[in-house]
């Protein structure tokens, strides 16, 4: 060994292995969101789908599908400010998940099982391919 760098290549690889790992990850949660957002809408008859492909479009179809006004994707600017912004945008999203699940006649309540990990794409599943629940 003639300097530190030797130790540090196995390291570099693993971090860049982890980094791809996470990024098609991210990726397959995107195209999921994507597809559930735009069965969503096309179920509740809200126009222009593939807006569930652009970011912050697809807010503004969550919204649309919600039945809210559009100024609701507004909402959107709170997660820049610090602490407050990103609970603020929690609660507000959770209150959009709830119109929808309304709006495909499930219980509102589905909203709250998105908190919980892996059973969140579960519900969004049930949401965009499940038969209309009864309230």
């Known amino acids: 060994m ?10 570099v690889g693993f971090l860049l292995g982890l980094g791809m790992v996470m990024l098609f990850a991210l990726l397959a949660v ?13 179920r509740t008859k809200t126009p222009n789908g593939w807006l569930a492909w ?3 479009a697809n807010v503004y179809l969550m919204t649309q599908i919600a039945g809210l006004s559009p ?3 507004a909402a959107l600017l709170l997660t820049f400010i610090p602490r407050v912004g990103g609970l603020a945008f929690v609660g507000i999203s959770t209150w959009w998940w709830w119109r929808i699940a309304e709006k495909r006649k499930y219980p509102g309540w589905y909203a709250l099982l998105l ?3 892996l059973v969140n794409f ?8 499940g038969k209309k629940g009864k309230k």
């Open 115 to 117: 908190f919980i990990p």
């Open 71 to 73: 100024a609701w994707t």
């Open 30 to 42: 995107y195209i999921y969101t994507a597809i559930v957002l735009m069965t969503i809408a096309k």
């Open 122 to 129: 579960v519900v969004m599943g049930i949401l965009a391919w």
């Open 54 to 56: 652009i970011p912050i």
């Open 2 to 11: 003639v300097n530190g760098v030797d130790l540090a290549l196995p390291g």
